[in-house]
Every structure is written in structure tokens, then in C-alpha cells.
């Protein structure tokens, strides 16, 4: 076969291929972790994949623990150049038990266990992309993925089961940014 036609062979089977995705182009370039209908998919090895931009350390309670904050490297340097994530922007919470020792460090040392208790993920929607999806709203889309079934998101409407707690955030567009350097200029 000739350069031509293996190229024009080439290229038919690149349209087929794209004619029979069940993803519109649009989701794709949204977000990687949405699909379609605007469910929202666990990112599954955001820990190397992503950025750490910070940690919480909750003492006490049914939060208790590290909650270790990840996104995308290029939402951190859109938030450092604009001051807010872009769309698609994929913030990944994950909270681990945590244990305390005494140290050489010091006595009463907490440190997170791989004891993995859950992981909040929020995507930053700005569009508005799925109207009347209780998963969507405020600008972003939430979830909520537990340990013994990372892959089904229990969140069944945002206004109920998250934005309770991000009341306190509304001003810092939902997100708890002041605990994120790693948003900050170095």
C-alpha cells in the first residue's frame, strides 16, 4: 500500500473511532472525571497524578484525622495567575486516620495511618453545565466516595449533604483556601 493510501486509511479510521465515542468532546475537555450526565467518576490516582495543596488536621469527631487536599497542576497555576480555579478544576480531599506517638520530633506526634476513611471531590463548574443535577451548584459539582466503594459517589444532592459545611467558605468561592500554600506565590 502507498504512503496516500495508508494515510487516507489512517485517517478514516480516526473519524470512525471519534463518530462512535459516548463522550461529547465538550465533557472531555470539561473534565476527565465527568461524564455526560454530569456524574462525577473518583479520580483514581490523583496522589501522584495531582498536587498536594495542603493539609487539615481534625482533632476530634467523625472528621477526625488528616484531610489531605489535591488538583490538577495546572489549577494551581490558573488560581496563582487569576486568583480562583478554572473550570474543570478537580479539588480531592482525602481524610486518613491519624495516630500520636512520642517522637524525636517532640512528644504527642500525629501522623495519618493508612486507615482511609473518605474522599470529598468538588469540580468547578462556572457554566453551569447540568442544570437541575443535584450534584451540581454553586459553581461546582460534588462528591462523596467511601472507602469500601470508591466508585459510587453517596452524595444524592449537594445542598444537603456538602454545603453545610462550606458555609464558612462561601466568600472563597465554597473552598477553604487559606490552608492551601501551595496556591500561594513561592
Known amino acids: 500500500m502507498d504512503f496516500h493510501k495508508k494515510l487516507m486509511t489512517t485517517l478514516l479510521l480516526v473519524a470512525a473511532v471519534g463518530l462512535t ?28 497524578s495531582m498536587v498536594h495543596l495542603g493539609s487539615w488536621y481534625v482533632p476530634q469527631g467523625d472528621a477526625s484525622g488528616f484531610h489531605d487536599v489535591y488538583t490538577e497542576r495546572e ?18 480531599k482525602e481524610l486518613r486516620a491519624s495516630q ?16 482511609l476513611k473518605q474522599w470529598f471531590v468538588m469540580i468547578k463548574d462556572s457554566k453551569q453545565r447540568f442544570p437541575g443535577n443535584p450534584l451540581w451548584g454553586e ?26 459545611c462550606h458555609v464558612p467558605a462561601k466568600d472563597r468561592d465554597w473552598v ?7 496556591l500561594g506565590a513561592d
Request: charged share 15%; with cysteine; glycine share 12%.
Open 21 to 48: 465515542s459516548t463522550v461529547p468532546a465538550a465533557a472531555e475537555q470539561f473534565s476527565p472525571y465527568v461524564d455526560a450526565s454530569g456524574n462525577v467518576n473518583f479520580p483514581e490516582g490523583f496522589r501522584t
Open 75 to 92: 489549577s494551581v497555576e490558573a488560581y496563582r495567575r487569576t486568583g480562583k480555579f478554572p473550570d474543570g478544576a478537580t479539588l480531592v
Open 100 to 115: 500520636s506517638g512520642s517522637f524525636t520530633t517532640g512528644q504527642g506526634v500525629s501522623y495519618a495511618t493508612s486507615g
Open 139 to 164: 459553581g461546582w459539582g460534588w462528591a462523596l466516595f467511601k472507602p469500601d466503594a470508591p466508585r459510587k459517589n453517596v452524595v444524592s444532592n449537594f445542598q444537603q449533604d456538602c454545603l453545610g
Open 176 to 182: 477553604y483556601t487559606q490552608a492551601y500554600p501551595t
